[in-house]
């Protein structure tokens, strides 16, 4: 097996795990709504991924505002073209 393919498949197993206790979370509701999990592992994604302006941030990106969160995502794009 060569180095690349272990890798990837330490990567997924990862992944699996951190979506996993996402999904330990389920049923949770904030003022009565439930939060999908969807919203779960999108969290785990930002918070959890090098890319990311949200990666390992405690307050999760609450201080952002949209506007801001939408210029990150234009950046982070544009420096991938």
């Not at 990837?8 to 330990?24: H, I, M, Q, S, Y």
């Amino acid at each position: 097996m060569s180095e690349e393919t272990a890798m990837f498949g330490d990567v997924l197993k990862f992944w699996f795990e951190t979506l996993d206790n996402a999904a330990r979370n389920l049923g949770q509701t904030v003022e009565g709504v439930e939060i999908p999990m969807e919203y779960l592992a999108a969290l785990a994604l930002l918070a959890l991924t090098p890319e990311s302006p949200f990666y390992k941030r405690a307050d999760g990106g609450r201080s952002h505002q949209s506007e801001d969160v939408q210029a990150a995502v234009d950046q982070h794009h544009g420096a991938r073209r």
